[in-house]
């Protein structure tokens, strides 16, 4: 186990593997624009007194702030540039539209890797880290340890979405998904993948049923497969209360913790149409929702804009406008519990395809200090679902590990894949 805690484009190498498909940049139509401004116009805000600590969730008077940049500041058209430096593609994978960015490996033979996000991340959350895996050489690493680096926008998600003729996607089938996309369509014999959120979900679902066919994966979590199965898989706790006689300090943990997820997974779980007649209405509306969750997920010391900037929230914002994929981007989560998961195999570990894990400080269990993360996590009933060679535990980082600690991600993850290609 590794227990270490470390703090432009160019072209691919002459005979690389040609690609088979035919990129189309990203372009959001002149008129669902005019219609965002209108609709940002005619933004009406409630009555939020008291709430000046966001006591209550967020605070109107920072979401006036962002709403009337997001009218009179931000330029989709910029943000849209930076995004189409790189190449974007549109297929379809068993009869599901999918959208992915690609960043062609600058190497000697690189692998490929498929990178997965989770909710409310898009496909723009591994930008910071795109560069660096496809093209080591240039970023202070080893050439030989380039990725050909694939990102999916999740299916209901951005450009991957909506989803008519599928309401019922969830993480599994999106892994089976992916390895159609990557195998059949790519023309991949093997791969690595890696992801975070309910992508780590979709990536150690890979690694348990194709784990033959993959190099490893590298998650941001180390969850079971059967996170989203039962009868609350609305609740972190399962309905079962905080335990007695805990140290002080260890029970204001717990709750810290259920406040930052609780009424994410309620609403997700239990009633993510209701909710979502709103967001997708609403762009103010939307932003706050999402904004809720990386705000109260990121490691930010109170300070949303030290880790996105104001153009970043939108950026990231927009593209769940444009798409009108709010709706079917939180009905995942329903999903995943609708059609519980059920194993390919029935052997140990479950995830057998080599696993690397990278943990993040703001996110220790309560009372599990960064120094004791990966032997707590080794000794919990998590661990012998994986096949692990390669556990790191960081001070720093929050929930959006890639863009948060964007160095030390890459690290982990071209440590875990050192040797296996």
């Known amino acids: 186990m590794n227990q270490e805690t470390t703090d432009q484009e ?4 002459a005979g690389a593997r040609p690609f088979p498909l035919t990129p189309e940049p990203i372009h959001v139509p002149d008129d669902v624009l005019a219609d965002l401004r209108r609709r940002l116009e005619l933004t009406r805000l409630p009555d939020d007194a008291g709430n000046e600590d966001g006591y209550y969730g967020v605070r109107a008077a920072y979401l006036r702030e ?5 009218r009179t500041g931000y330029d989709w058209r910029a943000a849209e540039a930076a995004i189409n430096a790189y190449e974007h593609y549109r297929v379809e994978v068993d009869g599901v539209p999918v959208h992915f960015m690609r960043r062609p490996g600058v190497g000697p033979d690189p692998t490929p890797l498929i990178l997965t996000h989770g909710w409310p991340w898009t496909f723009w959350h591994w930008a910071k880290v795109l560069d660096p895996l496809a093209d080591p050489g240039a970023h202070g690493g080893d050439p030989a340890e380039a990725f050909d680096v694939i990102v999916p926008s999740f299916p209901g998600f951005g450009f991957s979405g909506p989803l008519p003729g599928h309401p019922d996607m969830n993480f599994w089938k999106v892994a089976d998904l992916w390895h159609t996309l990557m195998t059949r369509t790519l023309g991949y014999e093997k791969y690595a993948a890696a992801g975070c959120d309910v ?4 990536t150690g679902q890979l690694g348990h049923k194709y784990a033959g066919e993959l190099y490893g994966v590298h998650i941001g979590s180390g969850q079971k497969l059967t996170l989203f199965n039962g009868d609350r898989a609305w609740d972190l706790s399962g309905g079962r209360p905080i335990p007695e006689g805990l140290p002080a300090d260890v029970h204001a943990q717990v709750v810290a913790l259920d406040r930052r997820f609780a009424v994410h997974l309620a609403a997700h779980v239990l009633a993510p149409s209701t909710l979502a007649h709103g967001l997708s ?5 939307m932003l706050a929702w999402i904004l809720e969750r990386w705000t109260k997920w990121s490691d930010n010391g109170d300070d949303i804009e030290t880790v996105f900037t104001r153009d970043d929230l939108l950026t990231h914002a927009m593209i769940y406008w444009v ?7 939180i009905r ?9 998961w059920t194993p390919s195999h029935d052997r140990w570990p479950v995830v057998e395809a080599p696993t690397g894990i990278t943990f993040v400080g703001y996110e220790n269990p309560p009372g599990v200090t960064t120094d004791r993360r990966v032997q707590s996590y080794l000794e919990g009933d998590r661990a012998p679902w994986y096949n692990l060679v390669n556990v790191t535990a960081h001070d720093r980082g929050g929930h959006f590990i890639p863009w948060e600690i964007p160095g030390e991600w890459v690290d982990d993850l071209r440590r875990t894949f050192r040797g296996r290609r």
């Open 332 to 340: 995942t989560y329903a999903n995943n519990n609708r059609y519980p």
């Open 323 to 329: 798409t009108n994929s709010i709706g079917t981007s």
């Open 66 to 70: 962002l709403v009337d940049h997001w």
């Open 199 to 202: 992508g780590a979900l979709v």
């Open 10 to 13: 160019t072209t691919p190498a």
């Open 281 to 285: 209405d609403s762009p103010a509306g």
